[in-house]
């Protein structure tokens, strides 16, 4: 036998149609034949049937076969297989190949599918984070807030008249205001007001519980405002003339007021005290506690104390500043005012213990 490969001398389109003979499936008998063929088997009679079936006629060699394949240089025949082109191998369908899944990307039918993630509830109110200017002008905003709440919150308490006596016209920054329209005169009552008593008349007046003040006939005075309830605790007045009784009360403690004349300063911290301004100078008269008196102006001149120099009068004292700037004196109280002020320190202090409670 040769080893020699039979398909070595097969041309390509030899080749081409053995391929295409081996993809036609062969023909399935039918039953009937089937049937004939089983009987001629088991009879034994196989080759005698095989002789009596008739010979094929012949046809004429260039006439095409039915169902055959014509010659293969020849073009198509009716009936047959023509010649292969080049592409038609390439127009014929071919099954998809499939190819098998990954067993890593098949889910695991064991495992329950997990529900996803669910989102964050929103707030329905949310403060929007504040930038760092807007936060810088949240701070300011919020500081003015409280300087003027501070500034509100730290007056002294309003000035009231607890009594008017006598007859004539209280001058209130030039305007004349009766003595009995007690009402009108309570509204022109504030800081920085004017006052000037007529010769005929005298007023009480009242901070709160921090201060009472008599101004007597002749007076002339720039009502001061009551000292702050927490800082600075310092108010000051200016008097030109008569006289000024005053009385703090259990709520001035820690405070401090300053009367100003012509020529003396007097530091009250706690006390009873009357400031008399005299055409010689000004008269200190204290009935308790203690007040510091000094001379200013022309009244504190060469031989005088000084602007500086403050002395200490205490109870039953009184001290007088000398216009014409000799040096202060320090001396017992005057008596009738020892009695004078006895007498409105014990109608005033009840009043403003009453008030402080």
Known sequence: MSERDPDID?????????????RLEAPRPDGEFRARLKETFVAGTFDEARDALPAPAAEPEEAPRRGGIGSMDDGPRRGGIGAIEDDDLDRAQHRPRTTRPDPRTIPDPR?????????????????????????????????AIAVVVGIIGNR???????????????????????VERVDQLAERLHPGVELLIPETASLEIAAGSDLAMAILPGTRLTIP???????????EFYARGGEVRLTTGPTFQGARLDVHTTDAMVRVT???????????????????????????????GPQGAGGDAMMPITSGQRA?????????????IR?????ELAKFRALRNELLEQMAH
């Open 335 to 339: 008596p009738t005012e020892l009695v």
């Open 156 to 178: 002294g308490p309003q000035w009231r008249v607890l009594r008017v006596v006598g007859t004539g016209f209280v001058q209130a920054d030039g305007e004349a205001i009766p």
């Open 320 to 332: 007088y500043v000398f216009r014409d700037g000799r040096t202060p004196e320090r001396a017992d």
């Open 111 to 143: 495992t329950r599918p997990t529900a996803p993630p669910r989102p964050p509830r929103t707030p329905l109110f949310r403060f929007p984070k504040p930038t760092r200017p807007r936060f810088i002008s949240i701070l300011a905003a919020a500081a």
């Open 225 to 235: 405002p009551a000292p702050p309830r927490w800082f600075p605790r310092r108010s």
């Open 10 to 22: 097969l041309s390509v389109e030899a080749q081409r149609a053995r391929d295409l003979l081996r």
């Open 270 to 300: 706690g006390t009873t005290l009357a400031v008399i301004m005299e055409p010689t100078g000004t008269c200190v008269c204290v009935l308790e506690g203690e007040v510091m008196v000094g001379a200013r102006g022309e009244s504190a």
